[in-house]
């Protein structure tokens, strides 16, 4: 980790959440583009999107990838990372096959190591010049897998989540989680930079342990719906500027 170095602020304008949890949540390419240039303009540095199908599905095709990420990139100059998880195609060899047949590529792409064919993920990644970014879950077996994986040299940046459920934090603290599960990752983090968040209740203390070890951090309608101090969040932007404030 960069301690001591400015860190990146990213956005994460909507995951798997739809307009039934908040109607904050964009969906549409036009509105994740505008949610996206509101939180840059609020001082985000980053976007990371979940592109999805007009019926609300997460989707890796590149007909629905495409327009998002060309809608997102001409509405503002930021890096886009999306992802890859099994939630959007089960099977990783057709996952694979889908990020051969991207037609427009994204800056980062997010790979969840205690997936199944992570590994072939992220090689197809790697074959078509995309950067990796190794999501390491607490509670899983992903810092180990990642540990022994020979791809681990050639992934740009760990994302380092602390697990919890969404009402309340861990028993022994969402920050103590976090720093577990730093210490967990070991040497094939070192000199890596590293992106550290929680979810739920643990959003906020982790965020702000980010910030304290200089770790990349991010904060969205993906990861809470909520600012500090429990109200409805009202956009992306709003939950960037509580971000930078916090």
């Known amino acids: 980790m960069r301690r001591g170095t400015p860190a990146v602020l990213q956005v994460c304008l909507n995951g798997s959440r739809g307009p039934a949890e908040s109607a904050a949540v964009p969906t549409s390419p ?86 199944p064919g992570a590994e072939q993920v992220a090689a197809a990644l ?40 969404d009402d309340a934090p861990e028993p022994a603290g969402p920050e103590a989680g976090a720093l577990a599960l730093l210490a967990a990752l070991g040497v094939p983090a070192a000199g890596v930079p590293v992106l550290l968040h929680g979810e739920g209740a643990g959003v906020w203390p982790v965020l702000r342990l980010a910030r304290r070890l200089g770790a990349d951090a991010r904060i969205g309608l993906e990861d809470t719906l909520c600012l500090p101090d429990g109200t409805r969040a009202r956009s992306n932007a709003e939950l960037v500027a509580a971000a930078l404030a916090y």
Request: aromatic share 4%.
């Open 30 to 115: 036009e509105s994740l583009a505008e949610s996206a240039a509101r939180a840059v303009a609020t001082g985000a540095r980053e976007v990371r999107v979940h592109p999805r199908t007009p019926c609300g599905r997460t989707s890796l095709s590149p007909r629905v990838l495409a327009p998002v990420l060309t809608e997102i990139r001409s509405a503002l100059d930021a890096p886009v990372r999306v992802t890859t998880a099994a939630s959007a195609e089960p099977d990783p060899g057709r996952r694979a096959e889908r990020i051969r047949s991207w037609t427009v590529l994204p800056d980062l792409v997010t790979v969840d190591w205690h997936e």
């Open 126 to 165: 790697l074959e078509r010049g995309v950067g990796v970014e190794a999501a390491l879950w607490s509670g899983t077996d992903g810092p180990g897998r990642f540990a022994r994986s020979p791809l681990a040299p050639a992934v740009r940046r760990v994302l380092a989540k602390v697990t919890g459920p």
